[in-house]
């Protein structure tokens, strides 16, 4: 399946109450509905998704670089319910009114922190991250994710020192190839998804690896937030196919289990680059369950 990945329409930098910045990447009408997009690990603002149809759908595509990369602020010590702070103030300096989220892989739990939060309206998680150390996990994850859990738990401040020394773009790029099945590997070597794909982690990386560092200490440790205390509706997008260990074990089971608003939605022949394979399903069906108004086709 050919996937196309267009460069944003509009960059920026907006400031936050203590002085950083975040970084900023737009597609779609100014005026339309705004999607604010969680990237996944290792990645910056300069890959979005859907873009061939947000003009379609009404749809302002908003991505987003966490603290420490791309273009944002460094932000030590930073928290997920620090970052559901930094969406609040860059949603009314931005006139993002009436906000959804998109998560996609280790986003997710940036995107599930909005939600809880009351900054979003609604979520949608794609081929997401689960709360890898809660205790439904303790025998499901692969042994190099059990390691690197234990790891945070045991000492958060060495474990954010290793990732920073084993993580750089290419080393992380070879693990996705690698672990991908060939219907997603036929769509991450597509030469205009990979060149996309890997600009967005150079960006990534561009202030060093401690952003993408403290992203992973945060991913691997325990949530702030209690996912039963997400009252907006939340769609859960996974692949069959899926083979990534850090994604849910179980293809969002658990999660759609302990939030009361989600909606499992498991794509039998998918796999885990479905945000970009069913982008238009996914944000018709968030357009859907949050506004309720859904463009023709």
């Known amino acids: 399946m050919q996937v196309n990945v267009e460069d944003p329409v509009r960059l920026g930098e907006s400031g936050l109450p203590d002085g950083r910045l975040l970084g900023w990447a737009e597609w779609g009408p100014q005026d339309g509905s705004p999607v604010l997009l969680c990237p996944g690990a290792a990645t910056s603002r300069w890959l979005g998704f859907g873009t061939d149809v947000v003009d379609a759908l009404g749809v302002r595509l908003v991505s ?3 603290p420490g ?3 944002s602020g460094p932000a ?3 928290t997920l319910d620090g970052w559901a702070d930094d969406i609040r103030h860059l949603a009314a300096a931005r006139g993002l009114e009436g906000l959804t989220v998109v998560g996609f892989s280790q986003g997710a739990p ?14 949608a998680i794609v081929s997401g991250g689960d709360e890898l150390a809660a205790p439904e996990f303790a025998d499901a994850l692969e042994p190099e994710v059990r390691f690197l859990v ?4 045991a000492d958060p401040a060495r ?9 750089s773009p290419d080393a992380l790029w070879e693990m996705i190839i690698a672990g991908s099945p060939g219907l997603d590997r036929e769509v991450y070597l ?8 890997r600009r967005a982690m150079d960006e990534a990386f561009s202030q060093g690896p401690a952003g993408y560092a403290r992203d992973t200490v945060l991913a691997m440790g325990r949530w702030p937030f209690d996912p039963a205390g997400i009252t907006v509706p939340v769609d859960l997008w996974y692949g069959r196919q899926d083979t990534s260990t850090v994604h849910s074990p179980d293809h969002g089971a658990t999660l759609a289990g302990r939030i009361p608003s989600a909606c499992r939605h498991l794509v ?7 945000l970009w394979t069913h982008a238009e399903e996914i944000l018709r069906t968030l357009l859907r369950h949050t506004t309720g108004i859904v463009p023709a086709d």
């Open 64 to 66: 987003v670089d966490r």
């Open 69 to 71: 990369l791309g273009a």
């Open 76 to 78: 030590p010590g930073r």
């Open 110 to 123: 940036y995107a599930l922190a909005c939600a809880a939060a009351g900054v979003a309206v609604g979520a």
């Open 150 to 153: 234990d790891s945070v738990a």
């Open 159 to 167: 474990a954010e020192a290793s990732f920073a020394g084993f993580g």
């Open 190 to 197: 597509q030469p205009s998804f990979e060149r996309a794909f």
């Open 268 to 274: 039998p022949d998918a796999g885990g680059a479905l």
